[in-house]
């Protein structure tokens, strides 16, 4: 079955870039997401990428996806105390209606 | 514009009692709904979505059951909780018939079974 995998903590400075790696295993994927989950609260979408793109940017957020490898990275660039949060990535195949989700990373920046 | 509304934000049940929780979606019709659960320090499982009224499907054999009464209400419920049912729950929506639409998500219930 469809498998999404991401490491579970990443911690980086203020003002540094934040990279946050995810690989799945659906060959099939045809959209990859990434959302946000700040404690207590419920999931934000924050960006996405059709399969057929090598890169998205959206202002401080880069999403890279390597379609050959399954890999998808999200990076934030000038990483602020309030990026810190759960990353999830999440993929889509064709024609499902399900999303399978990765387990999380969770972000912690220090000043 | 769509929202979601979830409720309650919290709940502390005892072992042995029922369960309910509510989720309802403003501002579109005939969405999908979901419902996922996610574990302390855990990723999301999916436990239930649903295309239509009456269609649910169930994905973790589990005590919970979900039932979607109106198009655009989502409810998830319990006979009898368990320990193991502890978790953050969240409902989400996502467009009908449009393959690859996000899942727009809840504020999530906390529940605690003591």
């Known amino acids: 079955g469809e498998d999404v995998e991401q490491s579970l903590f990443l911690s980086v400075r203020e003002g540094d870039s934040s990279v946050i790696n995810c690989t799945y295993t659906d060959s099939s994927s045809t959209y990859l997401y990434w959302y946000k989950q700040e404690p207590g609260a419920g999931l934000q979408l924050l960006t996405y990428?059709?399969?057929?793109?090598d890169m998205k940017q959206d202002q401080r957020l880069t999403v890279l996806l390597n379609k050959k490898d399954k890999h998808l990275s999200l990076r934030i660039a000038d990483t602020q105390t309030g990026d810190s949060a759960i990353y999830f990535c999440a993929e889509i195949g064709s024609n499902t209606d399900k999303l399978i989700f990765g387990t999380g990373t969770r972000l912690q920046v220090f000043p | 514009s769509q929202t979601i509304h979830q409720w309650p934000a919290t709940l502390v049940q005892p072992v042995g009692s029922p369960l309910s929780l509510e989720c309802t979606v403003e501002g579109t019709s005939n969405p999908n709904l979901y419902w996922y659960r996610q574990a302390a320090g855990r990723g999301l499982q999916l436990l239930f979505y649903s295309i239509g009224i009456d269609q649910i499907s169930s994905e973790v054999p589990q005590n919970l059951s979900a039932s979607r009464p109106q198009d655009r209400q989502f409810i998830l419920s319990s006979k009898k909780l368990l320990l193991s049912d502890s978790g953050f729950y969240l409902c989400?929506?996502?467009?009908?018939?449009?393959?690859?639409?996000?899942?727009?998500f809840g504020n999530g219930t906390r529940l605690t079974v003591t």
């Open positions: 989400a929506w996502s467009f009908r018939g449009s393959y690859n639409s996000p899942l727009h």
């Open positions: 990428i059709f399969s057929n793109m």
